[in-house]
């Protein structure tokens, strides 16, 4: 199950890499190693943190051809993905990737807190790296309430695993919780205020 | 003693993030994480280069409680800190950061210039990262003392090292060499010439 | 032989360090940082996403007088090395850099394709770590050949292993192909397509 969410938010991290990257002009070799970055930053970070080198995408080569068939892929079909793109469900998987830093971190015995800071590294770590690649302030440090979600949903694992709850539910309950909150800020286009809010937008 | 200077570290540098994210318009969690990312960057890169893992700050609590408290107050009291921030002796104890640095680095028997690279890496690249987040070219490059402060103190370290001193004595005077050194560049706006400074300064 | 390389490729990234820096207005301490990540941030990378730790340089402290030397010579003889830029086949031997990451990387045990991408980031990831620092889209991503002739000598690397022939036959031959492939690059004014390529470029 970890590994399915793995690969689901490899491809989606991937697509997102590209479309940034090809909004900044970058050449081919740019977009790829954007769409790279993007996919396996957030684990790659994880991984860093707690020792577990050599890194995971570098044990399991599938991640590569995952990463380099979806950049493929976005690059051939870039115009269709940037209009399907509100829609497509696959952009919500990557919140679950936070349960898989989690369980990470579950592993490597540490503090729960510790863990949903893992878990929200995993999931989020890699748009930033993308975003500063990029030369932009990270959008997530700005106006995404995904980080939140993340944390929302690590907080909910830990919750329910002091009830007599099986694990398997806690899981798909706290993966739910993610996927919900996600959808309902991006409908609502609820966000964390500024700390100035009534300033105008910077660039 | 090094663990006090830790947390005294810990809390200047997190409250010196979150003023940084403040002024470019970050929402509440960008301001939380760049408080974060600000107060344990310089620990982790350091911590991740001589393969301590996992990193200090997941291996101990107190550092996230006190980030987060630190960043809260800064938050709630942000102009008071601001008006203050320059008569703040607090802000003076992070140059201390080196020795911690420096102790870690003859601890994984390492040579003397690589200790003190390391102490200046912990005690500057929080702030590094920081500026990197916010899409800044960081201050440090261009017009502090700061990181020189670091480099002499640890000098001076390893020259009385040689010396019949008790190591306690040793690390006060080194200590005691940072700050003075810091506090007499920003008094006396003493700064490392650019390259070219007869250029106009860029922004 | 691989010593050999990673001094002359630590000299070239410095220099060019030094000289993104002074065109920066940084500071003497910025443009020795700026030399010293450039030079070894690839290495760095490489290391701690195998668990290679302490890190290389951290190991040797030749490296750090190397760099040091090679930024004192380049911030007094600037005009005359940006003169002599094109011409100086000094900086075309960082592309040899590739083999040494593929090196590390088979001594990890790890895919080939794995190895390729350590020796591109060995490589490249000094200059991309330069260009965040100093605030600009890493020039890699936007109109360089070079990660390209990196991983072209990589894959010429491994389809030579296949072959009979002396390893170190397979070595000269596959840095002679990153080396022509750049020059050639370089001359011709070859470079990879932007996806967008009839759209004018960003700044």
């Known amino acids: 199950m970890f ?11 991937a697509i997102s890499g590209v479309l940034v990257a090809i909004s900044k002009k970058m050449d081919l070799f740019g977009v790829l190693i954007i769409a790279f970055v993007t996919a396996v930053g957030g684990g790659t970070l994880r991984d ?14 599938t991640f590569t051809y995952v990463i ?25 998987t990557i919140g679950l990737y936070t349960l898989v830093g ?15 800071a ?7 770590f890699g748009g930033v790296i993308r975003d500063i690649l990029c030369n932009e302030i990270p959008v997530i440090f ?12 690590g907080v909910t694992y830990f919750l329910l695993s ?17 996927i919900i909150i996600r959808l309902l800020a991006v409908k609502f286009k609820i966000a964390l205020p500024t700390i100035y809010s009534n300033t105008k937008e910077v660039n």
């Open 3 to 13: 590994y399915t969410i793995d690969i689901l938010g490899t491809i989606a991290f």
């Open 118 to 124: 893992l878990g929200t590294i995993t999931a989020s």
């Open 142 to 153: 700005r106006k995404e309430i995904y980080a939140t979600a993340c944390i929302l949903g």
């Open 68 to 92: 380099l068939g979806s950049a493929v892929f976005a690059i051939l079909f870039k115009s269709k993905i940037n209009y399907l793109r509100t829609s497509l469900f696959l952009f919500d």
């Open 162 to 178: 002091e009830l007599p709850i099986k694990d398997d539910f806690v899981f798909i309950i706290a993966g739910v919780v993610v």
């Open 102 to 116: 989690i369980e990470k971190g579950i592993n490597a015995d540490l503090h729960p807190i510790i863990c949903i």
């Open 48 to 61: 860093l943190l707690i020792g577990n080198t050599p890194v995971s995408w570098m044990k399991d080569i």
